[in-house]
């Protein structure tokens, strides 16, 4: 019988373990040249083919024999140690080049394992269960350097998740019968003593102790987890409030106790920030937003955003308060204002207060939501009718999901919203309305991006013409929307539909070109024909989001007129 202890076989696995490097394949077969020989390999399934490309890649081999001994070693990992190669010379359309047709053999299967925790923490029935659960290293299994190392692994992070950062390996052999393809597993681990957090020490903070301690996913004598450790740091700098923090464990100090302290440094960003956006448009005129962030109204982490817009179309300006919640890196209760003057077109005019109170969470690193109650005051006319008057309270919710690479400039991501809005029951002017937008960027290679975007809404309302205010009604037109007409110059309508596809092209650095073309429309009626628009831009992607100009046809016009609209903001 063939035996090898794990002091001598490990040796050869973890060598083996090396010579791993996984990319990615399109076929069961491979070519490459080099020098002096020329060959392709036949009779590997994917995952073991494309080890064996890689290797051989990375390799010297240049003679058939070095390159079927790359080829025996490349495979090996996965269990296979009686492969046989088949070597012929084939000739077709004039050239010459070696076929290597494999056969990989009987595998290495496994008869036994003994997967042990000792010590302190062998009763814990979390480490217990996830091992009881991993597919790895069960018998009758093909034996893998790969699995070995995955479970060699998993158990040491199993144990230091649960508090035993001392944990240790004792043994770990692997006995291998090579002429009856067998092997016997042995993994024993001592998990060591268990430790706990210890006192959590901040640094110099604008914010109150009280306030910096919601951040704390943990408390002093529960059981030690790096994991709780990193999503403390995450909460962190996941909030608005820092500019970055770090959250660091005391590893050094553990020598006599069983405690870990934590020291928490943040840094908090600046008590106000400013925030400045501008536009033109042909159509549009001049546009800016002027925006005031007072991060610190409190030290309790009580802020004031501002903000300021101003156009031909819309005069606004809004504030919120924002009241930190009990976990205030994904939840704040939010009171505010609003008050505007609303002009989509010549014979259109809206004056609107509102006032809300609501909550807003994040659901998770993707999804967040928000609701709010609201007031809404208005007096507005359409098509130069006499004013209407109304008054609102309805509730209102929110839920998105974004997803992207960078948060000013981002070259794959996704964003969805859906916003719902409903009248108290009981009231006089009864109405229900939904909105569901998204936007897609999509890569297809690093110098290309497609851009999709869709926009869908509708209305029900008991006295649409004469009660529903402008200022709640849909319109189209103008950037993010239909390009080519003016901004909010489609509608009012009951109804939205919007559809947008682009592809940019980048011309050097941070310079881009792109074609696009936009349908939609905003009305009373689901059967009106939408409109289109059709055009070219140019971006330049600057550290704080794009710079773009584009130029645009209102294809389905009479006259299709041409505008010019500049604009300067994130992407998605």
């Known amino acids: 019988m063939l035996a090898f202890r794990a002091r001598d076989y490990i040796a050869l696995l973890f060598f083996l373990a090396g010579s791993l490097i996984?990319?990615?394949?399109?076929?069961?077969?491979?070519?490459?040249?080099?020098?002096?020989?020329?060959?392709?390999?036949?009779?590997?399934?994917?995952?073991?083919?494309?080890?064996?490309?890689?290797?051989?890649?990375?390799?010297?081999?240049?003679?058939?024999?070095?390159?079927?001994?790359?080829?025996?070693?490349?495979?090996?990992?996965?269990?296979y140690f009686h492969s046989e190669i088949f070597r012929k010379t084939v000739q077709q359309g004039g050239d010459e080049f070696f076929q290597y047709d494999v056969r990989l053999g009987p595998a290495l299967h496994i008869i036994q394992t003994e997967i042990k925790i000792i010590g302190p923490g062998e009763n814990n029935k979390k480490i217990q269960q996830a091992l009881k659960n991993t597919p790895l290293l069960k018998k009758g299994a093909i034996f893998t350097t790969m699995d070995y190392n995955k479970t060699h692994a998993l158990m040491f992070t199993l144990a230091r998740s649960n508090g035993y950062i001392n944990a240790e390996m004792?043994?770990?052999?692997?006995?291998?019968?090579?002429?009856?393809?067998?092997?016997?597993?042995?993994?024993?681990?001592?998990?060591?003593?268990?430790?706990?957090?210890?006192?959590?020490?901040?640094?110099?903070?604008?914010?109150?102790?009280?306030?910096?301690?919601?951040?704390?996913?943990?408390?002093e004598r529960q059981v030690y987890s790096p994991d709780a450790v990193k999503n403390l740091q995450e909460n962190l700098l996941n909030s608005k409030y820092f500019s970055s923090a770090s959250a660091i464990p005391q590893l050094d100090k553990t020598a006599s106790t069983d405690e870990i302290p934590v020291l928490i440094d943040t840094q908090a960003v600046k008590s106000q920030q400013y925030n400045f956006g501008v536009g033109y448009g042909t159509n549009t005129g001049a546009r800016t937003s002027i925006g005031m962030d007072f991060y610190r109204m409190t030290d309790t982490g009580h802020h004031l955003s501002t903000?300021?817009?101003?156009?031909?179309?819309?005069?606004?300006?809004?504030?919120?308060?924002?009241?930190?919640g009990e976990q205030p890196y994904i939840n704040q209760y939010v009171i505010g204002g609003y008050y505007g003057e609303f002009k989509p077109q010549t014979d259109d005019v809206a004056f609107t207060e509102k006032y809300f109170a609501g909550y807003e969470t994040k659901l998770n690193k993707l999804w967040s939501s928000s609701s709010n109650i609201n007031y809404l005051h208005e007096r507005f006319s359409i098509d130069d009718s006499p004013y209407h008057t109304t008054d609102l309270i309805y509730p209102s919710?929110?839920?998105?999901?974004?997803?992207?690479?960078?948060?000013?400039?981002?070259?794959?991501?996704?964003?969805?919203?859906?916003?719902?809005?409903?009248?108290?029951?009981?009231?006089?002017?009864?109405?229900?309305?939904?909105e569901l937008s998204g936007k897609w960027i999509y890569p297809p290679t690093k110098n290309n991006f497609v851009i999709l975007r869709g926009h869908l809404?509708?209305?029900?309302?008991?006295?649409?013409?004469?009660?529903?205010?402008?200022?709640?009604?849909?319109?189209?037109?103008?950037?993010?929307?239909?390009?080519?007409?003016a901004y909010e110059s489609l509608?009012?309508?009951?109804?939205?539909?919007?559809?947008?596809?682009?592809?940019?092209?980048?011309?050097?650095?941070?310079?881009?070109?792109?074609?696009?073309?936009?349908?939609?429309?905003?009305?009373?009626?689901?059967?009106?024909?939408?409109?289109?628009?059709?055009?070219?831009?140019?971006?330049?992607?600057?550290?704080?989001?794009?710079?773009?100009?584009?130029?645009?046809?209102?294809?389905?016009?009479?006259?299709k007129p041409l505008s010019i609209e500049f604009n300067f903001g994130a992407n998605l």
């Open 397 to 434: 919710f929110n839920l998105s999901r974004l997803s992207s690479n960078n948060a000013f400039n981002p070259e794959e991501g996704s964003r969805i919203t859906l916003d719902a809005s409903t009248s108290v029951p009981g009231t006089e002017e009864e109405f229900l309305q939904s």
């Open 307 to 324: 903000l300021l817009n101003l156009s031909t179309v819309t005069n606004s300006i809004m504030a919120k308060y924002y009241i930190p």
């Open 22 to 79: 996984f990319t990615t394949g399109s076929g069961k077969t491979s070519s490459s040249s080099d020098q002096t020989v020329t060959y392709n390999i036949i009779g590997l399934p994917q995952n073991i083919l494309e080890n064996v490309q890689s290797r051989l890649k990375a390799s010297d081999a240049k003679s058939t024999d070095q390159i079927e001994k790359e080829i025996i070693l490349a495979i090996q990992p996965y269990g």
């Open 170 to 219: 004792i043994r770990h052999e692997v006995y291998v019968n090579l002429e009856k393809n067998e092997a016997t597993v042995f993994l024993t681990l001592n998990t060591g003593p268990l430790f706990y957090f210890g006192p959590i020490t901040f640094s110099s903070s604008p914010y109150n102790i009280s306030f910096l301690e919601r951040f704390v996913p943990f408390r």
């Open 491 to 559: 509608g009012p309508g009951k109804y939205l539909k919007v559809g947008s596809a682009e592809i940019q092209q980048r011309i050097y650095g941070q310079f881009f070109t792109g074609i696009f073309l936009d349908e939609g429309n905003a009305n009373d009626s689901l059967t009106q024909p939408l409109e289109r628009g059709v055009g070219i831009d140019f971006i330049y992607r600057t550290s704080v989001g794009p710079l773009s100009i584009y130029i645009a046809q209102a294809s389905t016009e009479p006259d």
């Open 457 to 485: 809404g509708t209305t029900y309302a008991d006295d649409y013409s004469d009660k529903f205010p402008l200022s709640m009604r849909f319109f189209a037109g103008g950037y993010n929307s239909v390009r080519g007409y």
